[in-house]
């Protein structure tokens, strides 16, 4: 069975950073793109992240460009969301997602497995 985990989250300040981790479990991600996404209270989730299998290619929303990062670690089968300058519309629970199609993150589609969030909350 395949689990993912996010950790990291938290209450901060805006203008602080946040490292997000996703741990996975039960399969390698080696073969997977995977991805961050966020939702608020009332909102639609929205995509924050993408990186591709190897890693070799990430992309972030407009919303969060030179802000956030994304990183893997297939070794650790870990994904990572590094994110500096936080405000409070970053406020959100933070999910990341393992799917079999790179350009599926950006669509949101195709993703096979979820994690079950970790809140992130940034006070003016």
């Known amino acids: 069975q395949v689990q993912l985990a996010e950790s990291g989250g938290g209450l901060v300040q805006a203008g602080d950073s946040l490292r997000l981790s996703c741990a996975v479990s039960g399969r390698s991600i080696r073969t997977y793109a995977m991805g961050w996404f966020r939702q608020s209270p009332g909102k639609d989730r929205e995509f924050v992240a993408a990186i591709s299998s190897s890693g070799a290619s990430t992309g972030v929303a407009d919303s969060v460009t030179g802000r956030f990062t994304i990183s893997r670690d297939n070794a650790e089968n870990a994904v990572y969301l590094q994110m500096y300058g936080l405000k409070p519309e970053d406020t959100a629970v933070y999910y990341c997602?393992?799917?079999?199609?790179?350009?599926?993150?950006?669509?949101?589609?195709?993703?096979?497995?979820w994690g079950q969030g970790t809140q992130v909350t940034v006070s003016s």
């Open positions: 997602a393992a799917s079999t199609s790179y350009s599926g993150v950006y669509r949101q589609d195709r993703l096979n497995y």
